[in-house]
């Protein structure tokens, strides 16, 4: 599996990783304490749609592009709007040309107390990265490997924020490395809120790292949640790509759960690819 960030900018995993993303954000705004975001994997911050990577999978033209023109009830029109709304303001000519991502859309929800650590390696990713954000006093790019810098950068001094796992699941091992990589972060902030996203391929894998999560989350001080999110867009075959996402998402916001049983419903028939998506939502178990 390659999960480079370039080749799958606005794609359906991306929608609904995102939409995660701003509802946790969102979420974190409403009390005045500062909260800081930790990107693991960060990737180049701003994706060109039209450039060699993103045209030649085209996986945004059934991914962001469909949502843009979806039609959503009143319930969920308000939960995806922060979400769209930023994706707007990276396409002022109204014309879909501009993907932002996870790092740009974290930082579009910073207060002036909110911070941004985002870790990145690959030497391309990080200096469109660091362009991306124009020496922003509030946004910090890092020369360092993911998994060395999750432990490193928990607990935050603020106290309160999100860790974001996103890495390319490049090698046979990254599941194990993610179960690991958490786990280490975890124990030093058993506090924090946790998004872990992963692809679908094996349900051996994505089980087995589902449990290891809810277990490890289970076992802290104050025990914790661990929500899980798998949503996919066509049958699972061998000559298909990738149709399955999920995410893992540790310590929720009270409020996820019910915001996202309105706004998944209503992405089924956009996402879906020969017919309706489809998605389960679930408390996951050690």
């Not at 709304?85 to 740009?104: H, W």
């Amino acid at each position: 599996m390659n999960y480079r960030h370039a080749f799958h900018a606005g794609s359906f995993a991306d929608v609904i990783k995102h939409l995660v993303l701003v509802r946790i954000l969102t979420y974190l705004q409403e009390k005045p304490a500062p909260f800081r975001v930790i990107d693991s994997h960060a990737g180049a911050g701003v994706y060109d749609l039209a450039g060699d990577e993103a045209s030649r999978s085209g996986e945004w033209l059934t991914g962001i592009a469909r949502i843009m023109q979806a039609r959503f009830s009143e319930k969920a029109a308000p939960l995806v709007a922060p979400y769209l709304d930023i994706v707007r303001a990276f396409n002022p000519q109204r014309e879909l040309t501009t993907y932002p991502g996870s790092p740009l859309i974290a930082r579009a929800l910073l207060r002036p107390q909110d911070s941004l650590v985002a870790c990145e390696v690959e030497l391309t990713a990080r200096k469109r990265l660091i362009k991306a954000l124009h020496r922003d006093t509030q946004a910090k790019v890092v020369d360092l490997d993911g998994w060395v810098g999750l432990p490193a950068f928990v607990p935050p001094k603020e106290r309160r924020g999100l860790v974001l796992i996103d890495p390319p699941y490049e090698r046979k091992d990254e599941f194990e490395q993610v179960a690991d990589g958490f786990s280490a972060a975890f124990a030093k902030w058993p506090s924090g809120c946790y998004l872990i996203w992963y692809p679908v391929k094996s349900r051996r894998a994505t089980d087995a790292l589902a449990r290891h999560v809810a277990e490890v989350a289970s076992q802290a001080p104050t025990p914790g949640s661990c929500l899980r999110l798998e949503f996919s867009i066509a049958p699972q075959s061998a000559e298909a790509g990738l149709v399955s996402t999920g995410l893992l998402i540790v310590n929720p916001p009270w409020t996820l759960a019910a915001e996202l049983k309105i706004i998944l419903p209503e992405l089924e028939k956009p996402l879906g690819l020969g017919g309706a998506g489809r998605f389960r939502l679930e408390v996951a178990k050690p």
